[in-house]
């Protein structure tokens, strides 16, 4: 409530003690404390917390200069792998073996089996059992080479330049088949130390070679 001077009517401050206009000293009219309203205080409402601000996800942050350390796998992992390995080596091995192995079995015209390897080579006719002649007064050389082309030197009226064989017999032909449209096919023994072979027919000897050294 404002206040004036009781001298001069003059407006005072809230706190003047004096008048600013004639000087008149203002009386107090302060109400005594017991006459005084009380107000009873107020209780403080609780303060709900705000809720909380999610947060973005975070990347863990890499010093700068520093390299992530590899993980060594251990020792343990490096011997499972290299049983593996020696497990798919070793079947590999006796799968390409026994297949080397059935091949050889199901041809038997093939140069590594032990009979076309025995015969390959220079043989010269030791006797023709047909005309009765030896090597002196034949004279005849017979090649057998790896590829089944036969050489005969000198070369006989019927063309023979070529053989197969087998574990039980041989035969021999032309090429063209023009002497021989069917091969002559002869059993045959080795000799000792297979040196000598000597070719059959229902047993009876036709010829017989012995190994040019």
Known sequence: MAKYCTNCGKKLTARA?????????VESSEIPVSQQET????????????PPIPQPDQQPVQPIGQQPIP???SKKTNKKIIGILGVIIIISVVVIVSVYLFVLKEDDTTPTDTYKTDIVGPWIMSYDYIQDKGADELGITWVFNSDGSLEIDPPIEDGINQYTITSEQICLSDELGVY?????????NFGSSKKTITLTDNGNPIWSFQRIV
């Open 17 to 25: 003690a004096f008048c600013q206009n004639c000087g008149t000293k």
């Open 39 to 50: 107000i009873p205080p107020q209780p403080l409402q609780q303060q709900q917390a705000p």
């Open 71 to 73: 993980i060594k796998p």
């Open 180 to 188: 021989y449209p069917v091969p002559l096919c002869y059993e045959y």
